[in-house]
């Protein structure tokens, strides 16, 4: 028998593993919708919530404040069963994410599924001497800019999903599971192989690309449109993998078969 071969699934955030976008709910939910308007069209959007961030603290909100807001984002339970029961199988599951370390780090805590992923892949956030909430773009867009046409300037998701592939990741055993929505999600899967996996969000920005030519994406396309139907789509995925590595089967240690979760 040859050597086990190693699931990766990688989840984009915003509207993909949460079903609204973080930013906004908390543009929204903290009333900065009208400045966040009016500064919209005159800055990069990482440096546009920064600049939220720097609003709250002159109002006296602290960041635990900015935490209690995120806690309030809701979490479809298909999806949240669906990540614990792939993560207890012994997948790898890797965050990769336009939003930021503290709102996702915050949301996932809330829902008890931080541990389950080995990886988050987003702009840095910090809380500094002050007690401000600082967002910093994950490129740095002015001493090395990635120079990807295809992304926006503070993060090129091409590159990261090029070192997963760089790594022993990128091992012919491997299999990589994308899910995603944004146009932000089109580069990482022109890197995708013929064995891996898509999973676009049907009817946003991303499946929109793919479907423009769709000769452009080697992996297997498998679409979505809500909580139930991705935690469906993915568990399906994944029992067809297994079925088709028979002579290579994955790395699975935990006694339940997929098939045992609830949809």
Request: hydrophobic share 40%.
């Given at each position: ?9 990688v989840f984009d955030f915003d509207r993909t593993l ?22 919209y069209p005159t800055m990069p959007w990482t440096s ?192 067809r993998i297994l079925k088709n590595l028979d002579a ?16």
């Amino acid at each position: 028998m040859g050597k086990a071969a190693v699931l990766v699934v990688v989840f984009d955030f915003d509207r993909t593993l949460i079903d609204c976008d973080s930013d906004n709910w908390v543009v929204t939910e903290m009333g900065l919708t009208q400045l966040f308007r009016q500064l919209y069209p005159t800055m990069p959007w990482t440096s546009l919530m920064n600049r939220m961030m720097r609003e709250l603290h002159s109002q006296g909100k602290s960041v635990e404040d900015i935490a209690e807001c995120l806690k309030r984002v809701p979490l479809h339970p298909q999806v949240i069963s669906s990540i614990r029961a792939v993560h207890s199988h012994g997948c790898q599951l890797k965050i990769v994410s336009d939003a930021n370390r503290f709102f996702i780090e915050t949301i996932l805590k809330q829902h008890g599924l931080l541990h389950c992923f080995s990886e988050i892949i987003t702009n840095p956030a910090f809380e500094d001497e002050e007690g401000r909430l600082r967002i910093v773009p994950f490129h740095d867009t002015v001493c090395s800019p990635h120079g990807c046409s295809l992304c926006p300037p503070n993060m090129c998701k091409g590159i990261v999903l090029d070192r997963f592939l760089a790594s022993e990741l990128g091992d012919e055993n491997t299999r990589f599971i994308y899910l995603g929505d944004g146009k932000g999600d089109y580069c990482p899967c022109l890197k995708l192989r013929t064995q891996d996996f898509l999973m676009p969000r049907k009817g946003f920005p991303l499946w929109e690309k793919i479907w423009s030519n769709r000769n452009l994406v080697k992996a297997q396309v498998h679409e979505w449109s809500n909580g139930d139907d991705l935690a469906r789509t993915l568990i399906d995925l994944l029992d067809r993998i297994l079925k088709n590595l028979d002579a290579c089967p994955l790395d699975f240690t935990h006694e339940a078969p997929l098939r045992s979760i609830p949809l």
